[in-house]
Nanobody
Framework: QLQLVESGGGLVQPGGSLRLSCAAS????????IGWFRQAPGKEREGVSC????????NYADSVKGRFTISRDNAKNTVYLQMNGLKPEDTAVYYC????????????????WGQGTQVTVSS
């Protein structure tokens, strides 16, 4: 079964940076668009960014444009989310998932979710 594993979360001060990784075991991510999502306590899961299978197309939520960068290394079977200029409102559990199609940011169109990695932005 497809399984994704997120890593790289942690505690960081406002203005700091983190790089999240989304890796797949058993299967190759080459042909799959992958999305990053986040969910803060008491809030709905929201789309952050997504990337096509080739890496040639990306999409970002307005709240992270200019601060976050999604990329992938298919040789390492990993998708990354570089997060710079972190703000307290970025605090959430971050998830990656496989796109069913469309390269959008609606969680409804994603499946094979990972377990998530906690990102906390606080001084």
């Amino acid at each position: 079964q497809l399984q994704l594993v997120e890593s790289g979360g942690g505690l960081v001060q406002p203005g700091g940076s983190l790089r999240l990784s989304c890796a797949a075991s058993i299967f190759s991510l080459d042909h799959y668009a992958i999305g990053w999502f986040r969910q803060a306590p008491g809030k709905e899961r929201e789309g952050v960014s997504c990337i096509s299978g080739s890496g040639g197309s990306t999409n970002y939520a307005d709240s992270v444009k200019g601060r976050f960068t999604i990329s992938r290394d298919n040789a390492k079977n990993t998708v990354y989310l570089q997060m710079n200029g972190l703000k307290p409102e970025d605090t959430a559990v971050y998830y990656c998932a496989v796109d069913k199609g469309g390269l959008g940011l609606d969680p409804y169109f994603y499946h094979y979710w990972g377990q998530g990695t906690q990102v906390t932005v606080s001084s």
